[in-house]
């Protein structure tokens, strides 16, 4: 009996946002816009409690993934679907470029496109979707804070490995900016594209086997 061959695997490109295919960090407009979107809601002790959170992060009093929690807490409370559009079609304004034409020549040979990143899902949906690209990996909300997981280093590599070996797929690009993505890129090291790197995160990438970088003017 001949065996039926196997359906060859579909190639995909792994992108991060923050730093990435957006210059600037999609959080930092968050929390600026979160405060005047819950005064609009109706919400002011709420836009009040958004203002303390990140006051009490910029002093370094609570830790960034406690402020996170919090605020997407809040704003899963008050805010609307169309508010979570509007904030993804904000933070569209800030795409790359070059990033966006190199994701764009590889989705010409073919690949899929999937947004990989500790933002929050809230956003990145809306935003994956404006970009007509495929799916989006991104940092769940939890009901608990003790499970709430913030979707880099391990965590990312994890979900990327397992939606890989779901949806029968081999990586063909990783792109990154930030030395949190090193596991992927330890796994993937000719694979992964290195933009705008420091010299120290450059030579972090360069320690596990990564060679090609995107310089952005």
């Not at 190639?11 to 295919?21: K, N, P, R, S």
């Not at 405060?35 to 009490?56: E, V």
């Not at 899929?112 to 970009?131: D, V």
Request: glycine share 4%; proline share 4%; aromatic share 8%.
């Amino acid at each position: 009996m001949v065996e039926r061959l196997q359906e060859p695997l579909k190639g995909a490109t792994f992108v991060d946002l923050d730093g990435t295919l957006i210059s600037g960090n999609s959080m930092h407009i968050f929390m600026k816009r979160l405060p005047r979107i819950l005064l609009k809601r109706g919400a002011p002790g709420a836009a009040i409690c958004s203002l303390w959170l990140t006051w009490l992060r910029s002093m370094r009093i609570i830790s960034h993934r406690k402020m996170k929690w919090h605020l997407t807490k809040t704003a899963r409370r008050h805010l609307l679907e169309n508010d979570w559009v509007n904030m993804a079609e904000t933070i569209a304004q800030h795409v790359n470029i070059h990033v966006a034409d190199l994701i764009e020549s590889r989705r010409k040979l073919g690949c899929l496109t999937y947004i990989s990143t500790a933002a929050l899902e809230e956003y990145s949906l809306p935003f994956c979707r404006l970009l007509g690209y495929d799916g989006v990996i991104a940092t769940k909300f939890t009901d608990d804070i003790e499970d709430y997981d913030e979707m880099k280093g391990e965590s990312k590599h994890e979900a990327i490995e397992n939606l890989l070996m779901q949806e029968n797929l081999r990586l063909e690009s990783f792109i990154t900016d930030h030395p949190d993505d090193l596991p992927t890129a330890k796994a993937y090291p000719y694979l992964t594209v290195v933009v705008n790197p420091s010299q120290k995160t450059a030579d972090q990438f360069r320690e596990v086997g990564v060679t090609r970088y995107l310089i952005c003017e």
